[in-house]
């Protein structure tokens, strides 16, 4: 098992593992419909998204904790 010191690396990649599998599922159905090639077009479109979404998420969690912290009260 990983090591609970690695949480931040650990959460951010399965938080943009999901949500760039779900996003860009939707986002290829919507440009291009269910043609029949989707899931290859969505596969790409994952991986792409999936190398933007990680250090993304690694870059601006720190600031989304901030603005939570600011938002809700004790």
Same mark, same amino acid.
């Given at each position: 098992?990983?090591?609970? *010191? %690695?949480? /931040?690396?650990?959460?951010?990649?399965?938080? +943009? =593992?999901?949500?760039?599998? !779900?996003?860009? =599922?939707?986002?290829?159905?919507?440009?291009?419909?269910?043609?029949?090639?989707?899931?290859?077009?969505?596969? *790409? +479109?994952?991986?792409?998204?999936? !190398?933007? +979404?990680?250090?993304?998420?690694?870059?601006?969690?720190?600031?989304? %904790? *901030?603005? !939570?912290?600011? !938002? =809700? /009260?004790?």
């Amino acid at each position: 098992m990983i090591h609970r *010191k %690695h949480h /931040k690396f650990v959460f951010s990649f399965f938080m +943009a =593992l999901l949500m760039s599998c !779900v996003m860009s =599922l939707i986002i290829s159905i919507f440009n291009v419909g269910f043609v029949d090639n989707i899931i290859s077009i969505w596969l *790409k +479109a994952w991986a792409v998204a999936f !190398v933007f +979404a990680f250090p993304t998420i690694i870059i601006i969690s720190p600031l989304v %904790h *901030k603005l !939570v912290n600011i !938002v =809700l /009260k004790d």
